[in-house]
Each structure stands twice: as C-alpha cells, then as structure tokens.
C-alpha cells in the first residue's frame, strides 16, 4: 500500500504560480511512478504529467507546467505557472508501482490522495 497526502492547492489570480506537494509513504517511493492528475467540475480525470523513478517524464499540460521529485524526501511537486481560470480543478496525485512502460499505456494508477483543490479567478 501507497498513502499520498497532497498539498499546496488555493486561490490564486490568473497569472500566477502555485507549486502543488505529494508526500508518499508505505513503499520504496524511489521504485514508483508517479503522477498528477485533476479533475474539473462536471469533467473526467484528465491526466496532467508523470515521472518515473529514473527521470522518464512526460505532460499534457506543456510550457506552463513542470513535475519534478524529490526521492530524499518521497515528494513530487507540480510547479504551475502562468494559470488560467480553465485550469480550475482538483488535483489529484498518483502512484503505481509497474514499471513505466506498463503505466504509461493507460495511466490507471493503483494509488490515489485525497486531492487539492486549485481555483483560478479571472
């Protein structure tokens, strides 16, 4: 079992940064993929970024959004700047312990947090 405990969320003007934390425990955090993920009113999930274990990393969320981990410290952080009112969601992190190639093919994560909401006023 993974427990992710996620942070950083709130209102903020569009234009400006917030920079999202997801602490991991219960299992080799360094051996995970991990990932964000947010979810709109009325939408689906939408996948955000993930990263491995070993730097593999990709987003949907390019230019303004950068995922990074800290494997010292279980964490994994998604630095938004530039934000607009759309990106209004909460924010989901993710955790899956299968290799990256597997994940990747559906990003149906075994390891879910609680979420942070994240609202951008115009």
């Known amino acids: 079992q993974v427990q992710l405990v996620e942070s950083g969320g709130g209102l903020v003007q569009a234009g400006g940064s917030l920079r999202l934390s997801c602490v991991a425990s219960?299992?080799?955090?360094?051996?995970?993929?991990m990932g964000w993920f947010r979810q709109a009113p009325g939408k689906e999930r939408e996948f955000v970024a993930a990263i491995s274990w070993n730097g593999d990393y990709t987003a949907s969320v390019k230019g303004r959004f950068t995922m990074s981990r800290d494997n010292g410290k279980n964490t994994v952080y998604l630095q938004m700047n530039s934000l607009k009112p759309e990106d209004t969601a909460v924010y989901y992190c993710g955790a899956d312990q299968r290799p990256w190639a597997v994940v990747r093919d559906a990003w149906d994560f075994a390891f879910w947090g609680q979420g942070t909401q994240v609202t951008v006023s115009s």
């Open positions: 219960g299992r080799a955090f360094s051996t995970l993929v």
